[in-house]
C-alpha cells in the first residue's frame, strides 16, 4: 500500500514537473526562434543584435550564482521558482516598447537575468529529486524538447498574424503561466516536497581538494575546448534566424527549421548512451566539433529553402552532444561531493565566456564583411579546435603508454 501511495505520488510530481518543463520550454522557442527577427526588423544593425546577444550570455554568468545562492538559502523552492518566471514575464512585456538602445540594453538584460535563472533553478529542483528518488530525469527534461518543438510549429504562424514583438509578448504569457503552475502545483502536490529541497552547494570537499581538480590538466583542456569551440559555434547560431530571414524564409519556414533542429537534439539525447557504447568520449566531441565546420560550411552554400532548412539536421551532432559528452567529463573528473561546483566553473565558460565573445564578434564580422565570409571564418575555428583536440587526444594517449 505505501508502494502504490508513493508510487501515486511520484506520479503526479512528475506530471507537474514535466509540465513546468514543456511550458518553459514552450516560451524558450517562440523567444530564440524569432527574438532577433523583432530586432532587426526593428531597424537595428547585425553588430547591435550581436550586443543584445552578448548581455543575455553576459548576465547569465552573474545571474547563475546569484539565483543559486538565493536558492539554496530559501526552504521554499517553489517561491523562488515563481519569483523568477513572474519578473521575467514582466521583463519580456517591457521589451518591445524600449525604442533606444541603452533602454533596450537595460531592460533585454532584466529578461535575460531571469529567464537565463529559471533553466538552471528547475533543473536543480528536478535533479535533486530524481537523484534522491531513483526517476529518470531525461524523461521528464524530454518534455521541455516537446515544447520547444510545439512552439515551432504554432509560433511562425502565430507571429505572422500578430506581428513580431508577439515573439516577446507570447513569453511573457507562458511565463506568467509557469508562475500560476508552480502556485497550484504546490497547492496539490504535485512538485517536489521540502524535505528533499536541500541546498546545491552542500559539499564535504575541501577547498584545496576543489583547486586541485581545477588546475588538473583534464579539466583544463576541457575548459579550453569548450571555450574556444563555444565561441565558433555561438557565432553563427546566435544569428541563425537572422541569417534565415536574410535569405528570404518566412517566419513558418523558420520554424520548421527549428522543428528539424529540435527533433536532431531529441535523437541525441536519447540516444547518447549507445553512442558511448562504440565511441570513446572524446572521439564524440572531436564528432561535434568537425561537424559544427562542415554545418557552418553548407549553410553558407546553400542556395534554397530546402538546402537551408537540411542544414539543421547537423544541431543535435553539435551543440547536444559536445554539452551531453562534456558534462558527464566533468561529473567523472570530480569527486561526487564536488560534483556541483565543477559544472558551474563548467558552465561559466560553456555558457558564459565563449558565447559572450562568440556574440560579439559575429555581430561585428557580419556588419563588415557579411554573412557569408563571416560565417566561414568561424567554420575554420571549428575545424582549427576539432583537429587541435584530435592531435592532443592521439599525443596524451601516446605519453601515457610509454610510461
Partial sequence: MVDNEYSAGARKVRIGLSTLYFLTYLSLGVYWTYGNIYFRGEGLS???????????????????????????????????????????????FLVPLQTTMLSRIVVYGSFSLFLSSLMPLLDAWTLIWCHEGGHPFERIRLWGSFGYLFSSILGGTLLEHTGLS???????????????????????????????????????????????????????????????????????????????????????????????????EMFVIIWNQKLFEYMSGDTLLAIAMLSSGARWVFLVLAKNPVGLLATQVFEGLNYMLFYLVAVQKVTSLFPKELAGAGQTIFGSVFYGLGPVIGSLASGVMVDRMGFERSFGLFSLLCFLVGLVHIALTKYLANETKGD
Fill in 46 to 92: 547585425v553588430s547591435e543584435i550581436g550586443v543584445l546577444n552578448a548581455v543575455y550570455y553576459a548576465v547569465a554568468i552573474l545571474g547563475h550564482p546569484l539565483f543559486g545562492l538565493i536558492y539554496d538559502k530559501l526552504s521554499n523552492k517553489y517561491i523562488v521558482i515563481a519569483s523568477t518566471s513572474i519578473l521575467a514575464s514582466v521583463s519580456a
Fill in 166 to 264: 508577439w515573439a516577446y509578448f507570447t513569453p511573457s504569457l507562458v511565463l506568467s503561466v509557469i508562475c500560476a503552475s508552480v502556485l497550484v502545483f504546490h497547492k496539490i502536490g504535485s512538485l517536489p516536497p521540502k524535505e528533499i529541497s536541500r541546498s546545491l552547494s552542500e559539499s564535504s570537499g575541501g577547498t584545496e581538494e576543489l583547486k586541485d581538480v581545477i588546475r588538473s590538466g583534464p579539466f583544463l583542456r576541457l575548459l579550453a575546448i569548450s571555450f574556444f569551440y563555444r565561441i565558433a559555434l555561438t557565432g553563427p547560431l546566435s544569428l541563425l534566424t537572422v541569417y534565415l530571414d536574410y535569405n528570404g524564409l518566412s517566419a513558418v519556414q523558420i520554424g520548421y527549421a527549428m522543428i528539424i533542429g529540435g527533433l536532431s
